[in-house]
């Protein structure tokens, strides 16, 4: 079955602390994957998307950044965390064949402290 | 620039009302849209999948509508129930399927009252 693991489910980090955020897929290949930012009482924010090894394309100049090492892989980081980034952060893949249904991790709870 | 809007932001119904749900999104260039609910604190979780070509999908008590000339899609949900109390987000697969961003609208928070 196809499944998608983020982790982890909540995070508190300093002002100023690096972040990694991982998202894995299983039961596919080639999926498109999605890194999204809900802040509080909003909508979806896409911040990056991924169509392949290497590939990232970046929706909102930010303070974060993403990589995709492997095909069922793909990582939310930040050098120096700032207040402004805490959020919701969900990652989603879909996988690009006939049914481009898009599914969602249960997502990580960042508060910037 | 590809928009999505939700009408309306929040409603709250009593329990066995029959609700519409509204959807619109400006550039009709879409491969797919698709409605999902998402619980307090939680992710997301798929209800309904329209293909560009298709005009209504239905899941048990469930029915979307898409419209893609006029940009418009609706989800219909017949007699609502308390656990049906969620935020509902609609989102387009804008461009291609290989290559497609997927744009959300603000999402319409359901209260059904027992």
């Known amino acids: 079955s196809q499944t998608i693991h983020q982790w982890p489910a909540t995070l508190v980090q300093p002002v100023g602390s690096p972040l990694s955020l991982e998202c894995t897929v299983e039961g596919t290949s080639n999926p498109n994957l999605y890194w999204y930012r809900q802040a509080a009482g909003r909508g979806l924010q896409l911040l990056f998307y991924s169509v392949g090894i290497g590939q990232i394309s970046s929706e909102v100049p930010q303070n974060l950044s993403a990589s995709r090492p492997q095909d069922r892989q793909f990582i939310l980081s930040s050098k120096k965390l700032l207040l402004s980034d805490s959020g919701f952060y969900l990652c989603a893949w879909i996988v690009g064949s006939k049914n481009t249904e898009a599914f969602f991790g249960q997502g990580t709870r960042l508060t910037v402290v | ?114």
């Open chain 2, 1 to 114: 620039k590809q928009e999505v809007t939700q009408i309306p932001a929040a409603l709250s119904v009593p329990e066995g009302e029959n609700l519409v749900l509204n959807c619109s999104f400006t550039d009709s260039a879409i491969y797919n849209l698709q409605w999902f609910r998402q619980d307090p604190g939680k992710g997301l979780t798929s209800l309904l999948l329209i293909q560009s070509s298709q005009r209504e999908q239905t899941s048990g008590r469930l029915n979307a509508s898409l419209d893609k000339s006029s940009g418009r899609s609706t989800l219909y949900i017949a007699a609502s129930q308390p656990g049906d109390s969620a935020t509902y987000l609609c989102a387009v697969l804008h461009g291609s399927s290989n290559t497609g961003k997927l744009i959300f609208g603000q999402g319409t928070t359901l209260q059904v009252k027992p």
